[in-house]
C-alpha cells in the first residue's frame, strides 16, 4: 500500500497516527470531540491537525481537491481556528472567546474545528476555562490540541482528550516529500534531510535557501578553524552576529508592517513627530518587538549549537567505527580531518561545551558570553594534543 492521498499526501512518516485519524474522519464510533496530537519538533504536529481538519469538512474524508479540502489546507475555511500564540502563555483572556465560538455551530462546514499550535502554554487558569468546554462538548465541535509531548500538557487537559503520537519522520520519507513537493533534486533532498536531522520545515528551508546552506557551512566550520582563545572569541563574535542578522531578517517585515498598523489606529500615520500622548503606545510596541527578536536570536542560535553538536556526533562515530551514515555528509573531509586529529574522549568533552552553552541560552545567560565559553572550550584543531 502507497499510503493514503489526499489532504494526508504531505504528512510524512506518519502512516500510523495517520491511519487512526483518516479512520475517525469518516466514521462516526471513532471520532470523539478532543484530540492531543503530539510529536516531536518537526514532525508535522500541526500540518497532521490542519489534514485532520480538511477531512473532517470533506465530504469525502480528505480528498484533497473540494473546496472545503483546499480553504481548510490555506487557513481559509471559516468554521476552522488555528490558535498560534506569540506570547509565552495562553492566557485567560485568548481562551475565553475560543470557548465561547466553540458552543457555536458550524457556520458553513460539517465540524467547527479548533486548534491549537502550543496546548503546553495553557496558562493553570486558562486550562479552568478550556476544560469546561471539554467537559461539555458542543455537537459539532472538535478541539485539537498540539504538543511535544503528553507530559507538557496540564494533566486535566490530557485525560479528556484522545492521544494521537507523531514520531521523527524517516530520512527517506522527508527526502522523498521534498522531491514530490518542491521539486528538488534527490540527491539534495537527501542531505538536507538528514542535515536538518528530519525537521521537514527545516529540510526544505536547507534544500531551497542558498543563503541558509552557507550559513549553516559557517557554523560547521568553526570546529575546524579555532585554535587559540583569539580565533575563539572572533568566532563566537562572528555567529551571535550571524544569528542577530538571521533574527532581524525574519522579523523586520513584520515588525514594520505592526507599527503602520498601530500608527493608523491611532491616527498619526504620516506625521513628522509623535504627539507625547502616544509615544508610550508606540514604545509598548517596540519593546514586545525587541522581545520577539531577542527569542528569535536564541533560536537561531540554539539551531546553530544543534548543528555543531551533529558535527561532533559525525566525528566521533568515524573515531568509533561506526558503521552509520554521517549526519552531514557534505562536511566529510572535516569530519575524518577532525576525527584523526582528536580522541573520542577530547570529542565527548566538546559535545558536553556545546550542551552547555545551550542550557546557558535556554537560561538567559547573555548569548556572547555562553557561546564565546563554548568557544574557548572546542578550541584545539588537528594540530593540538592531549589537552
Ligand atoms: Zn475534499
Not at 492566557?91 to 458550524?106: C, G, H
Not at 467547527?112 to 458542543?138: G, S, T, Y
Not at 538571521?246 to 491611532?266: G, I, N, P, W, Y
Not at 551533529?310 to 557534505?330: F, I, M, P
Amino acid at each position: 500500500m502507497s499510503g493514503p492521498g489526499g489532504v494526508w499526501a504531505e504528512v510524512v512518516g506518519q502512516e500510523p497516527a495517520v491511519q487512526v485519524l483518516a479512520a475517525a474522519a469518516v466514521d462516526p464510533a471513532a471520532m470523539t470531540h478532543a484530540w492531543l496530537l503530539t510529536g516531536p519538533p518537526g514532525s508535522g504536529r500541526s500540518n497532521a491537525a490542519r489534514a485532520f481538519a480538511a477531512a473532517l469538512q470533506c465530504e469525502q474524508g480528505g480528498c484533497g481537491h473540494c473546496h472545503a479540502c483546499t480553504t481548510t489546507l490555506a487557513g481559509t475555511h471559516p468554521d476552522v481556528t488555528v490558535v498560534a500564540t506569540e506570547h509565552v502563555m495562553l492566557r485567560v483572556e485568548e481562551t475565553r472567546p475560543l470557548v465561547e465560538l466553540a458552543q457555536r455551530s458550524p457556520s458553513a462546514g460539517r465540524w467547527r474545528v479548533i486548534l491549537v499550535e502550543d496546548a503546553d502554554r495553557f496558562h493553570d487558569r486558562a486550562a479552568n476555562v478550556l476544560l469546561k468546554a471539554l467537559e461539555e462538548p458542543a455537537p459539532r465541535t472538535v478541539w485539537m490540541l498540539c504538543a511535544p509531548s503528553p507530559h507538557d500538557v496540564l494533566v486535566t487537559l490530557r485525560s479528556r482528550c484522545r492521544a494521537v503520537a507523531l514520531r521523527t519522520p524517516p530520512v527517506e520519507a522527508v527526502a522523498a516529500l521534498l522531491v514530490a513537493r518542491d521539486g528538488i533534486d534527490p540527491a539534495v533532498a537527501r542531505v538536507a534531510a538528514q542535515a536538518a536531522g528530519c525537521h521537514v520545515g527545516i529540510a526544505r528551508r536547507l534544500a531551497r535557501d542558498p543563503a541558509t546552506r552557507a550559513r549553516r557551512s559557517a557554523v560547521l566550520a568553526l570546529a575546524g578553524q579555532v585554535r587559540g582563545v583569539g580565533d575563539a572569541v572572533m568566532a563566537a563574535g562572528r555567529l551571535v552576529e550571524t544569528s542577530r542578522e538571521e533574527a532581524t531578517a525574519s522579523t523586520a517585515e513584520r515588525d514594520a508592517a505592526e507599527r503602520q498598523e498601530l500608527l493608523h489606529a491611532l491616527g498619526a500615520e504620516g506625521l513628522p513627530t509623535l504627539p507625547p500622548a502616544l509615544r508610550s503606545q508606540v514604545r509598548q510596541l517596540e519593546e514586545d518587538q525587541k522581545r520577539r527578536a531577542t527569542r528569535s536570536q536564541r533560536d537561531v542560535l540554539d539551531r546553530a549549537m544543534l548543528d555543531l553538536l551533529s558535527l561532533y556526533r559525525d566525528v566521533l562515530v568515524v573515531q568509533l567505527g561506526a558503521a552509520v551514515d554521517l549526519v552531514n555528509a557534505e562536511q566529510e573531509a572535516m569530519v575524518r580531518e577532525l576525527a584523526a586529529g582528536s580522541t573520542a574522549e577530547q570529542t565527548l568533552r566538546r559535545m558536553d561545551a556545546v550542551g552547555l552553552a545551550r542550557t546557558r541560552l535556554a537560561g538567559n545567560v547573555a548569548p556572547l558570553l555562553a557561546v564565546e565559553a563554548m568557544a574557548i572550550a572546542l578550541r584545539g584543531g588537528p594540530s593540538r594534543t592531549g589537552k
